[in-house]
C-alpha cells in the first residue's frame, strides 16, 4: 500500500492569514455597479466573498479576481485592500500596496505575501469568480 501527502507549497507558510473559504460569484457586466469593469484598467470591489470581498479587475488582456483582505495582516477593519485602478491599498497604517495585475506587493520588498487570486471565466457579458 503506497500513502502519499500533500502539503502547501514552502512559499505560503508565512501566508497565514487568510482562510480557505469557498468563492463563487456570478457578475453580470450590464449591470450599472459593474460598468467600470466595461474598460480597460479598471477594478471593482464585490463585497460577502472570499476573506475580505473580491476585487476583479479588467486588465485589458482578461478579467482577474483578488481576495481584498491584504495576506500579510490579520484580519481587522483596517486589512480590506482597496482601489479602482490597477493598485490598491490597504487602510492599515502600513498601507501595504498591492498590483491588481500580478497580485504583488508594491513599494514594500519585505512583505512575504501577495494577494490570493481566484480564477475568472467569461461567457459573454458574464463573469464567473471562483477557487
Known amino acids: 500500500m503506497i500513502f502519499t501527502a500533500c502539503s502547501k507549497n514552502s512559499d505560503d507558510k508565512n501566508c497565514k492569514f487568510l482562510l480557505d473559504v469557498s468563492v463563487n460569484v456570478t457578475i453580470n457586466l450590464n449591470l450599472p455597479q459593474y460598468n467600470q469593469l466595461n474598460s480597460i484598467g ?6 460577502n466573498a472570499g476573506n475580505g470581498g473580491v476585487i ?4 485589458g488582456s482578461g478579467f482577474l479576481a483578488w481576495d481584498a483582505a491584504d495576506p500579510n495582516h490579520t484580519p481587522t477593519s483596517c486589512s480590506i485592500v482597496s482601489g479602482s485602478g490597477l493598485e490598491g491599498i490597504c487602510g492599515c497604517a502600513d498601507a501595504n500596496k498591492y498590483s491588481f495585475v500580478t497580485g504583488q506587493p508594491l513599494e514594500n520588498s519585505t512583505l512575504q505575501c501577495g494577494l490570493r487570486n481566484y480564477r475568472v471565466e467569461q461567457n459573454g457579458n458574464t463573469l464567473l469568480i471562483f477557487n
Open 56 to 59: 476583479v479587475t479588467n486588465a
Open 42 to 47: 479598471n477594478s471593482v470591489y464585490v463585497a
